[in-house]
């Protein structure tokens, strides 16, 4: 590990002040950053200690849910209107790392994981367009089980890690962000980038800038959500493939409906044609089964990881079952 200053802001204009400074980069729970850190892949000259300076409150209004960034996963995940109202919520969180991590993991830490794609981990691989632009990908050759099969590119095929993301783009959440001077509101799904030709940058965050906080809207598909995962393990594990669901039915059919998919693609991914053709349809496995084969319609897949396509299927089957109440 190399050294580096380290600096308690005494307010978040502090904060996000020194934040502006090349170099420097924000501490919350530091469950990743203390491991990139110690794998040389992050290098800060500065570390800002968010901690005193942003809200942890888990918040509930007519709108929703207002989840301060550095909320614990731990202590959302047990809150009580997360467990009644939004179940693929708690789902999703309760199937990411350890109790001890989700003690520690913060909301805005969250959505800030980077990618767990062993070639962009070991600093001894020349070849990875996220840690040196320009130098290639050594998974597109190279042992890719765990990689994205949506939203690749050329320069990146590393799959997304986060559980939590999938659920809150479910769930049409919104981020809060803010810098010196200005804030503004990020629907989820357009929070992350796809590759393309930079995938060294990975959301819209621009330097100084932070998440304060997510809104969950309150919604009628929220309450009859859901989340599986399939993974190698029963904990402790990433995702091979994952669906965050959120339905309303009216009179046994589909009269809205949410899909979004985790470990098949380089960000928490959107599926809007399964979401289309299930509008108006009958709540059954066939039309579920029917409408989860567009999910992955448009994969690009490698010899390694050709599984996720009917592995992806299958776990939006599972998820519309379960929102349904059809298990």
């Not at 309150?218 to 393990?233: G, L, M």
Request: charged content about 25%.
């Amino acid at each position: 590990m190399r050294d580096f200053a380290y600096v308690e802001p005494v307010s978040l204009d502090d904060a996000l002040a020194r934040g502006r400074t090349p170099g420097s980069r924000f501490l919350a729970g530091g469950t990743l950053l203390v491991d990139l850190l110690r794998l040389d892949i992050e290098r800060p000259d500065i570390v800002i200690d968010l901690n005193h300076v942003l809200s942890s409150a888990i918040e509930v209004g007519p709108a929703g849910l207002r989840i301060g960034a550095l909320a614990a996963n731990s202590d959302l995940a047990e809150h009580a209107h997360v467990r009644s109202e939004f179940p693929a919520l708690r789902e999703a969180l309760m199937s990411g790392a350890s109790p001890q991590l989700r003690n520690m993991a913060t909301a805005g830490g969250n959505l800030m994981q980077r990618t767990r794609c062993s070639y962009f981990r070991d600093r001894a691989v020349e070849s990875c367009n996220k840690r040196r632009p320009g130098s290639g990908c050594a998974a597109l050759q190279g042992h890719s089980r765990m990689h994205a099969v949506l939203g690749t590119s050329d320069a990146c095929i590393a799959a997304h890690p986060s559980d939590f993301c999938v659920a809150l783009l479910a769930l049409d959440a919104t981020v809060t962000v803010q810098k010196v001077g200005a804030r503004r509101e990020v629907p989820l799904d357009g929070f992350h980038l796809l590759p393309g030709r930079n995938p060294e940058r990975e959301t819209v965050l621009e330097r100084g800038e932070v998440i304060t906080h997510i809104v969950v809207p309150a919604s009628p598909r929220a309450r009859r959500s859901a989340y599986v995962k399939a993974r190698d393990r029963a904990s402790f594990a990433f995702a091979l493939a994952s669906a965050a669901v959120a339905l309303e039915l009216d009179g046994g059919k589909v009269r809205s409906a949410r899909v979004a998919l985790g470990g098949v693609a380089t960000k928490p991914w959107r599926a809007h044609e399964v979401e289309e053709d299930l509008i108006g349809r009958p709540a059954t496995r066939e039309t579920f089964a029917s409408a989860a084969r567009l999910g992955l319609a448009g994969a690009r897949t490698t010899p390694h990881n050709a599984f996720k396509v009917t592995l992806g299927e299958r776990v939006i089957v599972r998820a519309l079952e379960r929102a349904a109440g059809l298990e």
